[in-house]
Structure formats: C-alpha cells, structure tokens
C-alpha cells in the first residue's frame, strides 16, 4: 500500500539530495505567498487553494492531472497544519493521482530541523542546527564532552538530541541577542539542564529570569572555567546588546549582525537612527578589524542560494563586509537608507520579544502563529 503521510524531515531530505517532488499547496493564496516550502534545490510547486476542490472538483482536478503530466511518483499536499491537504489528498488518490500528506503542514515544517556538523579545526567540534522551514540557525560547539548551545530554538529536544548522540555534557546556553522573529528555547533549556544562561545584558537587563550577561572582548568563563576557545565580542547594532561569538579563532557566530548576504535590521526596537548608527560602527569599526578569511556563521538564512555544498549556511566575514553599504556610505546616509529599508517590523514581533524576556505567556497555538512566515530579520539591501 502507498504510503499517504510524509514529515517534514523526510521532504526535506528528498529535496535535499534534489530528489523534490512536485508540492501541491492548498492554503489561501494570500499565505501561499507569505511563505511557502522552500529548499537548497529548486521545487515544483503549485498553488491551488483547498476550496477549489470542494467547489470545483472536477476543474481542481483537471489542472493538478495537466500539472503533472505524464511524471510518475507521488505528489506531496501541503495545507497550513495538515487537515485540509489530507482531504486534498484523498480526493486526488480516488482518482489515481498519487498523492502523500504533509503531516503537520507548514505549521510542522516550520518548526522541523536538521543537524549539519561545521568542519572546524581540530580540538573543537560544531553543529549548525538549519530549522529549514523558517532559516532559523542555532549552534552546538564542543571541546572535549564539554559543550554550549547558541541560539536554540523552542524545541528544545533537537539540542537535546544532538548533546545525547555526541556524549556531550551541556555546560551553558547562550544567546547572540534579544531574538524577535522566533521563540527562544534558551532559557527552557539552561533551567532544565540546571546550567547558566549567557546573553547580553544590553538586551536583557529587564528579564524576568536569571541572565548570566556575557563579556565583551574576552573569554566565555562558565563557573569559573574556560571550558571552551569562546570570545564573546559585544557587536551592537541590530539591537543594543547584539554579540557574536569568535570559536577557535575560526568560527565567528554573528547572530542577526551580519548574515551571508546582508546585515541585521536596525528597528526592531523602535530607535532606528540610533541603532543604525550603532551597526554602522559596529561593521566598519569592530567587525572591520577581524580577519577577512574568518567564517560567519550567522543565526538566520535567506535562502538556498547561501547553502555550502556541505549542506551548511555560512559565508565569508571579508565578502560579507565588502558587499555591506556601511563600507561605501558615510555614516549619515547609512542611517538614512537604513530607516528607509526597514520599514516597519512585523507586528508580531514586539509579542516575541516580551515573549523571550519571560515578559509575556503565550500557548502553543497562538506561538505557532506568531511564527508563521519567513524570518524577516535582514535589510531588504546590504
């Protein structure tokens, strides 16, 4: 018997090794065009909303059987949360059109992830963990057993999992800055693992939990010890507290600073000017200094196109910078143009940051819709 579910983890392996099939999404076309499944190889997709098959069957199922062609395998349906593809999906099946389920929908493929070990010289070793759905990036970095999670995500049992699968003894949680795109699971994973929780106090001073804040320029001390080659180097500018994390003198993990291809947004907190002002600084002044050959390894991806032949989203610091306009403005017009580049920040994300400073409760439905969607973390331009 054909198999009528997939998981999200299991498309995006098919994707993955180019191996896609053809996505039938039956969501509204307003949300197909917010956010749809996306990969590291181009996808066939169509957009044919749910009510056309109960409306228009015959014509819903004309345009899917002329889609398809003659291609052979099964087609996948997608809705948002897995109930109106599965209708989809049946239908299409009594007529002898191969079709799977997405189990979940986009709500699950949104939250799902996979683990790519970061080849990094000897004596450290690191994860990226891609939560592909949304480009969320987080980190596990380890010496020895010893090991740090960096900007984890709420689902917390996917570090869990890595930390089990490697032997790895979690010694703290860090956060590169206050995130507003997406729950964090930092805090929920340091108090049950009963270890420190490490972010800035810049973005943190009004928690509701205990911030271990981080240094700057200096060492990562956990309880004393420098378990870890960790400096933390304060890079404000997407927001007041933003830093990244030099590993090994190889690595840098840059938060929502600098990404492969462009720069944080500067708005979120609703003093654009002075936070563009802080980023210039930080881009021409402090992260300018560094060694253009060090690898950025930065907390949220815009697409395929920045995945590394080892499945890995990273970039160089040096092409990163050249690209920035922070190396052709003065400041002034860096300001200007990046007040004008932002433009507002998504309503949800104020919710998300009281959220991540323990200001704000929200139950699972409602945070599965605050995080809907693409991240949006990045200037529209470098």
């Given at each position: 018997m054909a198999e009528t579910l997939t998981t999200p983890a299991a498309l995006y392996a098919r994707i993955e090794a180019g191996d896609g099939p053809p996505i039938l999404d039956v969501r509204n076309r307003d949300e197909f065009a917010r956010w749809r499944i996306e990969g590291p190889t181009p996808l066939d997709i169509l957009n044919l909303p749910y009510f056309d098959f109960i409306e228009q069957e015959t014509e819903a199922l004309a345009q899917v059987q002329a889609w398809i062609g003659g291609r052979t395998g099964s087609l996948v349906a997608v809705c948002?949360?897995?109930?109106?593809?599965?209708?989809?999906?049946e239908v299409l099946r009594h007529h002898d059109v191969a079709t799977t389920n997405l189990e979940g929908g986009m709500a699950a493929w949104g939250m799902a992830t996979i683990a790519h070990p970061i080849p990094v010289s000897v004596g450290v070793r690191a994860w990226q963990i891609l939560r592909f759905g949304r480009g969320c990036l987080s980190y596990v970095v380890a010496a020895g057993r010893d090991a740090v999670v960096v900007d984890p995500h709420r689902a917390v049992d996917d570090y869990r999992k890595v930390l089990d699968a490697e032997g790895l003894i979690l010694r703290a949680v860090l956060d590169t800055h206050l995130h507003a795109d997406h729950v964090s699971g930092a805090w929920a994973l340091a108090a049950a693992a009963g270890v420190p929780y490490?972010?800035?106090?810049?973005?943190?001073?009004?928690?509701?939990?205990?911030?271990?804040?981080?240094?700057?320029?200096?060492?990562v001390t956990i309880g004393g010890l420098s378990v870890l080659p960790l400096v933390s180097l304060h890079t404000p500018g997407h927001t007041p507290g933003s830093t990244s994390f030099l590993v090994n003198d190889a690595l840098l993990l840059t938060g929502d600073t600098v990404f492969v291809e462009g720069v944080g947004r500067p708005d979120l907190g609703g003093r654009t000017a002075e936070w563009a002002r802080e980023l210039y600084r930080t881009l021409r002044d402090r992260l300018g200094g560094l060694a253009p050959d060090l690898s950025v390894f930065p907390a949220h991806s815009s697409g395929r196109h920045e995945r590394r032949a080892d499945g890995t989203v990273a970039g160089r610091l040096g092409t990163a910078l050249q690209?920035?306009?922070?190396?052709?403005?003065?400041?002034?017009?860096?300001?200007?143009?990046?007040?004008e580049e932002a433009g507002g920040a998504p309503p949800a994300y104020a919710t998300v940051r009281a959220i991540n400073l323990g200001r704000a409760t929200a139950g699972e439905e409602e945070l599965v819709e605050l995080e809907l969607g693409k991240n949006e973390c990045a200037l529209s331009r470098h």
């Open positions: 948002a949360k897995g109930d109106s593809s599965a209708f989809v999906a490490l972010a800035s106090a810049g973005d943190f001073a009004e928690a509701a939990f205990p911030v271990e804040p981080t240094p700057d320029d200096a060492r690209a920035s306009q922070a190396l052709r403005l003065n400041e002034g017009d860096f300001v200007r143009a990046a007040a």
